[in-house]
């Protein structure tokens, strides 16, 4: 067990630690006011219902898989519940039926992409659309508030040592993701899975049962973090979590998440999730426009996605060289210079 956490930090894990102390301590020594209780509170606030998706999106994609709603399924359970509680339906039964919608969101993804082998990619693009097209209906261009105040003091105030509901949720439901990927059987199908799909079927692993079953719980722990944005602003908008997407995939990959499946550790989606809060902080407190800090989040995504390809296939290369040092070096394809002067 020492021996791997060992290799995990000498790999990407070990790089984003480094990269997260620099960006540590660039804050600390240059940004104003970033290290004060409030803005410390702020910054892990005004970013955790992404977090909270992070989560199960790291899952979602070492299957394989990608899912492009999740932001629009935020928007639309928030919809709903704000929806049915205007319409006089109590706040208690609005959140559990806007926790129900996520799960079923979710199934109908994991439907169309497990059971009738649509691309995931295409699936969830169309549903992007159409929850958020849902939440229009049901919001159209009002603002919905005006909720009860035990919500609003469950997303706005602290609960323990000044931490709100949603940290306190996030942290439950890092441990639960860190045991349930690396620690069960279902981390382990999950892992296969990615890696090759036909593979895991012929092995006995029942693909489309757990693919359907990741889809599930993306689409209600979307739904919560829904939920809990609502209760954090007080209102509702249809264009609410609008955008958030990005940053959510962004930090699975930078995290060292294959955008191709199979590989990445829940160590390092924490770890990227941190960096990303604090990259974040830092250019809101450096007076950064918001333009700006998505042109950041941006590169973030490319870097994320080439480094990791770039360093396995680096790897790949050493490996090779370490194993055979005395092969000979692939002939010259013809033409060369080389293979010219020997004609």
Known sequence: MAHKALERLRGWEGLLLVCLLVVVAYNVTSVPGFTSGQNLTNMFQLGIEK?????????VIINGEIDLSVASMM????????????????????????????????????????VLGLPSLAVTLATYI???????????????????????????????GGLTASIVIYVV?????????????????????????????????????????????????????????????????????????LDIITVVLLGGVS????????????????????????LVLAGITGNTQTGVIGLLLIVSVL???????????WRRRSSDPGAPAPPAPPGTPETASTA
């Open 130 to 160: 159409g929850f958020r097209g849902i939440a229009r209906l049901l919001v159209e261009d009002r603002s919905i508030g005006g909720f009860p105040e035990w919500l609003d003091q469950l997303g706005q105030q602290g609960l323990i």
């Open 307 to 317: 480094l990791p390809n770039m360093a396995e296939e680096v790897r790949t290369r």
């Open 259 to 282: 955008i191709f499946g199979g590989s990445g550790t829940m160590v390092g989606v924490l770890l990227s999730t941190i960096l990303v809060l604090i990259i974040r902080n830092g």
């Open 51 to 59: 977090a909270i998706v992070v989560l199960v999106m790291a899952f």
């Open 75 to 114: 928007g639309m359970s928030a919809a709903l519940m704000a929806y049915l509680f205007e319409q006089g339906v109590g706040m208690e039964l609005s959140i559990v039926l806007a926790l129900l919608m996520g799960a079923l969101g979710g199934l109908f993804n994991g439907f169309f992409v497990a």
């Open 173 to 245: 439901l890092a441990v639960v993701a860190v045991i349930l990927l690396h620690l069960t059987g279902f981390g382990r199908y999950t892992y296969v899975i990615g890696n090759s799909a036909a593979v895991a079927r012929f092995s006995g692993v029942r693909v489309a049962r757990v693919k359907l079953i990741i889809f599930t719980m993306s689409g209600l722990v979307a739904a919560l973090a829904g939920v809990l944005i609502a209760a954090r602003l007080g209102a509702v908008r249809a264009s609410t979590a609008e955008g958030f997407e």
